[in-house]
């Protein structure tokens, strides 16, 4: 089992930024990737950065250049630098990891950028 723990939403200006955190515990030793996932509503959730043990990055290109994504592997944890804040990237911020095979999820965390 591998628990995902979310923080570090809120309300921003357009223009603004905003840091998310995700702490994993549990069974992950076997994690690889870590991901940030965003979901607005009415639409399906999509990939916004992921980032493998050894550091790897590969990011949406709507983020491209605003959002940076970084892991401290002895801590277990995944952050989201997210600058240049636009409204289109309102959404609820979800982590996931994948361990021993399965999917795990955060309960994600509510980023709202105002115009």
């Known amino acids: 089992q591998v628990q995902l723990v979310e923080s570090g939403g809120g309300l921003v200006q357009a223009g603004g930024s905003l840091r998310l955190s995700c702490a994993a515990s549990?069974?992950?030793?076997?994690?690889?990737?870590m991901k940030w996932y965003r979901q607005a509503p009415g639409k399906q959730r999509d990939l916004v950065a992921l980032i493998t043990r050894g550091g790897t990055t590969t990011y949406a290109d709507s983020v491209k250049g605003r959002f940076t994504i970084s892991r401290d592997n002895a801590k277990n944890m995944v952050t989201l630098q997210m600058n240049s804040l636009k409204p289109e990237d309102t959404a609820v911020y979800y982590c996931h990891a994948v361990s021993s095979g399965r999917s795990y999820w955060g309960q994600g965390t509510q980023v709202t950028v105002s115009s």
């Open positions: 549990g069974s992950i030793f076997s994690i690889n990737t």
